[in-house]
């Protein structure tokens, strides 16, 4: 679990005749080094969509999920963003480690913006 996001980067799927200004606008909103994801130099289609590609993003650090996500939503040709968790917290995630076993987590009292969940491990 983090404190911030962004130490990943972030998956965007964007139509893919859109992919050229859709990256200029990444740009503009801070994003450094969007690419199309093209693993092997054949470009990935997220479900086999023929008209979409990835691009993803280095937003390090994500300060505002919130915000980024509103921003992201208003790029003509991006249809969907990795940020899930903007409008409503998830109930429950699943946190892994290189050297454990996977932990469950069962999130209470839904935190709003801003705020810290309280968690139960199961």
């Known amino acids: 679990m983090v404190d911030t996001l962004g130490k990943f980067l972030l998956p965007l799927e964007v139509e893919e005749d859109k992919g050229e200004m859709v990256m ?6 801070g994003g450094k080094d969007p690419n199309v994801r093209a693993p092997d130099g054949v470009r990935f ?4 969509r023929i008209h ?14 919130a915000k980024l996500a509103a921003d ?12 899930f968790f903007v409008d409503r917290p ?5 946190v892994g480690k290189k050297d454990a076993a996977p932990k469950s987590f ?6 709003k913006h ?9």
């Open 45 to 48: 289609r997220p479900g086999n």
């Open 24 to 29: 200029a606008q990444l740009r503009a909103l």
């Open 106 to 111: 069962i999130l209470l009292n839904a935190p």
């Open 52 to 65: 979409r590609v990835i691009i993803d993003v280095n937003f390090n650090p994500i300060k505002d999920p």
């Open 114 to 122: 801003g705020d810290k969940p309280a968690h139960r491990m199961s």
């Open 72 to 83: 992201l939503e208003h790029i003509p040709g991006l249809v969907s963003h990795g940020l």
């Open 90 to 94: 998830p109930d429950w995630v699943i």
